[in-house]
T-cell receptor
Framework: AQSVTQPDIHITVSEGASLELRCNYS??????LFWYVQSPGQGLQLLLK??????LVQGIKGFEAEFKRSQSSFNLRKPSVHWSDAAEYFC??????????FGSGTKLNVKP | SQTIHQWPATLVQPVGSPLSLECTVE??????LYWYRQAAGRGLQLLFY??????ISSEVPQNLSASRPQDRQFILSSKKLLLSDSGFYLC????????????FGQGTRLTVV
């Protein structure tokens, strides 16, 4: 069965510091992987996606993610965090019949 | 361009009352439609998905049901709400049979009292 694990519930980083959010997935076939961001009380916005090809994908707002098949991981990174990046981040895997399964999310706090 | 509308934004309902949340998509045809629930610390749980009119699949057993009376309309219902139905409900859509991204509505905050 497909599943997504985000091991970090909360992360706090200082503004300007680098960020890495972890995501591990379990899926029997080639995964389609996504990162979404959610501001409080809002819907989800797509940051980036991986379908195939280059394992390092670039997204919006300066985010990138690297797909590592051997580690079943799809970690999200940003070299320099801005205060406006404070939000909750969700990793997701796309499974059969276009169903999407999400991790439990990581809340990012940014210290000034 | 495509847009998704979800309403109401917030809802407070007593235990035992019925529920109807509506979601409509504009600017696309034959979308795949989804209902997710977000509870604190539990991420997004897929409740229902639909690939066409009248075609509904349930992911988890629960007190809720879904219907798709029109191509771009998806309704989440309950006959009698439970306290445990409280949460943040999100409607989403995608297109095609291969996995593309899902696009989300703004959500409905449901509080059952």
């Amino acid at each position: 069965a497909q599943s997504v694990t985000q091991p970090d519930i909360h992360i706090t980083v200082s503004e300007g510091a680098s960020l890495e959010l972890r995501c591990n997935y379990s899926y029997g076939a080639t995964p389609y992987l996504f990162w979404y961001v959610q501001s409080p009380g809002q819907g989800l916005q797509l940051l980036l996606k991986y379908f195939s090809g280059d394992t390092l994908v670039q997204g919006i707002k300066g985010f990138e993610a690297e797909f590592k098949r051997s580690q079943s991981s799809f970690n999200l990174r940003k070299p320099s965090v801005h205060w406006s990046d404070a939000a909750e981040y969700f990793c997701a895997v796309g499974a059969n019949f276009n169903k999407f399964y999400f991790g439990s999310g990581t809340k990012l706090n940014v210290k000034p | 361009s495509q847009t998704i509308h979800q309403w109401p934004a917030t809802l407070v309902q007593p235990v035992g009352s019925p529920l109807s949340l509506e979601c409509t998509v504009e600017g696309t045809s034959n979308p795949n439609l989804y209902w997710y629930r977000q509870a604190a610390g539990r991420g997004l749980q897929l409740l229902f998905y639909s690939v066409g009119i009248g075609q509904i699949s349930s992911e988890v057993p629960q007190n809720l049901s879904a219907s798709r009376p029109q191509d771009r309309q998806f309704i989440l219902s309950s006959k009698k709400l439970l306290l445990s139905d409280s949460g943040f409900y999100l409607c989403a859509w995608s297109v095609g049979r291969e996995n593309t991204e899902a696009f989300f509505g703004q959500g409905t905050r449901l509080t059952v009292v």
